[in-house]
T-cell receptor, first 110, second 110 residues
Framework: DVKVTQSSRYLVKRTGEKVFLECVQD?????MFWYRQDPGLGLRLIYF???????EKGDIPEGYSVSREKKERFSLILESASTNQTSMYLC?????????FGQGTRLTVV | AQRVTQPEKLLSVFKGAPVELKCNYS??????LFWYVQYSRQRLQLLLR??SRESIKGFTADLNKGETSFHLKKPFAQEEDSAMYYC????????????FGSGTRLSIRP
């Protein structure tokens, strides 16, 4: 059973803080993704990675960066959190077809 | 540009009625199409993909390349079908990103 685990279910951070969201998968998948999920907007791709140290911008990368130093771990970094980054963040991994999702991290920036 | 459009934010039907969730896409080339589902308090998960041509939980979806559509259908809705449904596409390269639509909330009335 594929497991994608996000380090936190809920986070509350202050404006201007640097925020790290962590995601780990245990199935040796090459591809990993970060999305934000907002009502009415669906899932929007922030970044994805197709190999260690390889990354590509998605549709809304502004204000975010990522790190993939090991195959199983993909981190999303909010360099300076802002209130408009309050959202549900979903991590996913895949070997090429089906994507497996984490449980999500609800981030609130105050 | 890659794009997935789900025109309905909310679809409400009576139990036993037919269901059709619409999805249109734009992609230069031949993408792989998917439907994902998120039940209340559960992770997003794959429902079906166009290449497998199978029926899952009574749902089917046919890829119409001429109309660039991938509508999800079920002849008789059940209460347990109430969920959020997302249409998604990816290219056939193993390193392709996965793009999602804005989602349709399906509500089945008893």
């Amino acid at each position: 059973d594929v497991k994608v685990t996000q380090s936190s279910r809920y986070l509350v951070k202050r404006t201007g803080e640097k925020v790290f969201l962590e995601c780990v998968q245990d199935m040796d998948h090459e591809n990993m993704f970060w999305y934000r999920q907002d009502p009415g907007l669906g899932l929007r791709l922030i970044y994805f990675s197709y190999d260690v140290k390889m990354k590509e911008k998605g549709d809304i990368p502004e204000g975010y960066s990522v790190s993939r130093e090991k195959k199983e771990r993909f981190s999303l970094i909010l360099e300076s959190a802002s209130t408009n980054q309050t959202s549900m963040y979903l991590c996913a991994s895949s070997r090429g077809t089906e994507a497996f999702f984490g449980q999500g991290t609800r981030l609130t920036v105050v | 540009a890659q794009r997935v459009t789900q025109p309905e934010k909310l679809l409400s039907v009576f139990k036993g009625a037919p269901v059709e969730l619409k999805c249109n896409y734009s992609y230069s080339g031949s993408p792989e199409l998917f439907w994902y589902v998120q039940y209340s308090r559960q992770r997003l998960q794959l429902l079906l993909r166009h290449i497998s041509r199978e029926s899952i939980k009574g749902f089917t979806a046919d890829l119409n390349k001429g109309e660039t559509s991938f509508h999800l259908k079920k002849p008789f809705a059940q209460e347990e079908d109430s969920a959020m449904y997302y249409c998604a596409l990816r290219g056939y390269s193993s390193a392709s990103k996965i793009i999602f639509g804005s989602g349709t909330r399906l509500s089945i009335r008893p």
